[in-house]
């Protein structure tokens, strides 16, 4: 089955060939970044339209670039300047901008399985930009790419992932990627941000960070959004930081050539120190390259071709 | 719709003596290989390509620079070739700009992909100018595109398809001419 007109809503769904085909089609397509003239004519004509109610920097600019840098058009929406703010639904909202002659719908949203409701309401291609707690499947493929330029397979790779496990859409998503890859994946974090039976994803769950850096060829550093701060589910940013924060002495247990990710935007000093983030080892840069490649991979391949 | 292998038209000797030629050809109408850049268009130009630069090397001792180009995404037919067209890599070693690019590929036929690919260099930059060298020329024009360099010019019809194979790709070499069965 071919992604061409279809949906891409979470990775738990998609298949390990359809992953492979993303990430090569995205090693092709990175070059186009490092081009005198990013252009190429492949989408001309097509309309992408980004409709978020979460702010992002990012993923919103990163799907704009990629559909621009394919010759295609974009329309943004967001929701806080729009007529949600009226009280508009979403489906509403959505099915407006399908009748307009939207090509496709890249949406994030705060409520999980929001993504899934949308692909019902509309007939075009719905991409996920992150739904809630739920998934955010972009950032898991764009993840997994990064790795590959940097290590030889998933297969057998320990990755750690360290963090609110609990509200990460990031961590989901990677966790359904690269376990259907073959990677060894552990998470860990406070007690109060771990779910419970996440162990049933196939993922060794720590309380301690340590315990899943050890021997780790890949630590992922999670951000600790301080409005959890609020409710309770962590004392204070120092004491995050002190007990849970990814700092050299902690990174010392892991391979010797461990690579360090975090998804964006960084609480520097929190839950990553600045000379970790800032070093040779980490590939967070890296990460938004080729969150664009991966992007373009991804509307190349759903929207690619005519009818 | 099946394929039915009809002739050889070239074996490997042919092919190889077509190359050393096109290689001579392309020294001559370029008064030597001062800014000549070799593209190979994915997959089989790219080790024609490379056969080339070789014999260039070996004859004038030159290196000339090599790179491949994938067109799927200039690509003016997508949907036509199939459900889910592979983009393959593209890599230029050198800046294309003031250059002379010489695009490589097995076959000459409707001019489409050529003409994908004049756009695609022109995307990377202002070559002083692009020539075309192609193993096979089969006619059957749809653009006013033509080839400098030849290996072999041959008529076809066209339920005919030809196939250039390469070691590099398929095992071994040969030009062989095949038509187009209906079921």
């Known amino acids: ?307 | 719709m099946e394929l039915i292998e009809k002739a050889q038209i070239m074996d490997k000797e042919a092919m190889r003596r077509a190359l050393i030629r096109v290689a001579h050809e392309i020294v001559e109408k370029n008064k030597g290989l001062e800014d000549v850049v070799l593209v190979g268009i994915h997959r089989r130009g790219y080790p024609l390509a490379q056969r080339l630069a070789q014999i260039l090397k070996e004859s004038e001792n030159v290196d000339v620079p090599v790179g491949e180009l994938d067109i799927t995404l200039y690509r003016d037919d997508l949907t036509l070739r199939s459900t889910q067209p592979q983009v393959g890599p593209t890599r230029m070693p050198v800046d294309v700009a003031n250059k002379r690019v010489i695009l490589v590929d097995d076959v000459l036929y409707t001019g489409r992909t050529i003409r994908a690919a004049l756009d695609a260099i022109i995307d990377m930059g202002r070559p002083t100018n692009i020539q075309v060298a192609v193993m096979v020329d089969r006619g059957h024009r749809e653009l006013p595109i033509r080839a400098d360099y030849v290996g072999k010019n041959v008529p076809t019809s066209s339920k005919e398809v030809i196939h250039v194979k390469v070691a590099e790709i398929d095992g071994h070499d040969e030009v062989v001419i095949a038509e187009k069965k209906d079921e």
């Not at chain 1, 600790?224 to 007990?243: T, V």
């Open chain 1, 1 to 307: 089955m071919t992604l061409r007109g279809q949906d891409l809503l979470s990775l738990q769904e998609m298949s390990t060939a359809d992953m492979e085909t993303i990430l090569s089609t995205a090693r092709s397509l990175k070059e186009i970044l490092s081009r005198p003239i990013k252009k190429v004519p492949t989408l001309r004509g097509k309309v992408v339209c980004t409709l978020f109610y979460e702010p992002s920097t990012r993923t919103r600019t990163s799907f704009e670039l990629a559909a621009k840098y394919m010759s295609a058009d974009t329309v943004s929406i967001a929701a806080s300047t729009s007529a949600a703010q009226k009280g508009e639904t979403l489906s509403d909202t959505a099915r407006n901008l399908e009748v307009m002659g939207v090509d496709v719908a890249i949406m994030r949203h705060s409520v999980s399985g929001s993504c899934h409701f949308l692909a019902k309401v509309l007939d075009i291609p719905v991409i996920n930009a992150g739904d809630g707690m739920h998934e955010h499947p972009t950032q898991g493929l764009l993840d997994i790419f990064t790795i590959l330029e940097h290590k030889p397979r998933i297969r057998g790779l320990k990755v750690a992932i360290l963090g609110d496990i609990l509200h990460s859409r990031v961590a989901r998503s990677l966790i359904f990627g690269l376990t259907k890859m073959g990677a060894e994946v552990a998470v860990a974090g406070p007690g109060t941000l771990l779910p419970p039976y996440i162990e049933d994803l196939g993922v060794r769950a720590c309380r301690r960070v340590e315990e899943a850096i050890e021997g780790a060829d890949v630590v992922y550093s999670l951000r600790i959004q301080l409005e959890r701060q609020n409710k309770g589910l962590f004392p204070s940013k120092r004491e995050y930081r002190d007990f849970y924060g990814l700092n050299r002495q902690r990174l010392s247990l892991a391979q010797e050539d461990a690579i360090i990710m975090h998804p964006g935007p960084m609480n520097r000093g929190v839950e990553i120190t600045t000379d970790v983030a800032d070093s040779p080892r980490a590939i967070i840069l890296d990460q938004v390259t080729s969150g664009v490649a991966v992007r373009m991979a991804v509307l190349y391949l759903i929207l690619g071709g005519r009818e």
